[in-house]
C-alpha cells in the first residue's frame, strides 16, 4: 500500500494551495486519514483529520483556514488551505489507516509535500 501526495508548493501569504494524498488500491479497507505538518526544527504537528464517513478535526492553528475533505471512490484524501500564513510553512504528510480482514489495523505515511509560504 502506497500514499502519493501533490499540490504543495510556493505560495504568497494569504494565498491557497489544495494538497491530495490517493492511496493506492489494496485489499485493505481505508478507514481514517490525516494531514500532518512538520516545519524545519520543530516536532511534527497534526493538521486535520477525517474518518471514512466524513467526521473532521482540526488543530486551532488552522482551524476555519483549512478544509479537510476526501472522495471514497478515489481512496484521495485533500486538503484545502486557504489565508496561508507563513508560519504554516512545512512538509506535509499524509496517513492512512488501513483495516485488516482479520481485525487490527495498520498506519501508512506518505513521503511528504512541502509547502512553503513567503511573507
Known amino acids: 500500500v502506497q500514499l502519493v501526495e501533490s499540490g504543495g508548493g510556493l505560495v504568497q501569504a494569504g494565498g491557497s494551495l489544495r494538497l491530495s494524498c490517493r492511496a493506492s488500491?489494496?485489499?485493505?479497507?481505508?478507514?481514517?486519514m490525516a494531514w500532518y505538518r512538520q516545519a524545519a526544527g520543530e516536532q511534527r504537528e497534526l493538521v486535520a483529520t477525517?474518518?471514512?464517513?466524513?467526521?473532521?478535526t482540526y488543530a486551532d492553528s488552522v482551524k476555519g483556514r483549512f478544509t479537510i475533505s476526501r472522495d471514497n471512490a478515489k481512496n484521495t484524501v485533500y486538503l484545502q488551505m486557504n489565508s496561508l500564513k507563513p508560519e504554516d510553512t512545512a512538509v506535509y504528510s499524509c496517513?492512512?489507516?488501513?483495516?485488516?480482514?482479520?481485525?487490527?489495523?495498520?498506519?501508512?505515511w506518505g513521503q511528504g509535500t512541502p509547502v512553503t509560504v513567503s511573507s
Open positions: 477525517i474518518t471514512r464517513g466524513g467526521s473532521t
Open positions: 496517513n492512512a489507516e488501513f483495516a485488516k480482514p482479520f481485525g487490527g489495523s495498520f498506519f501508512v
Open positions: 488500491e489494496s485489499i485493505f479497507r481505508l478507514n481514517n
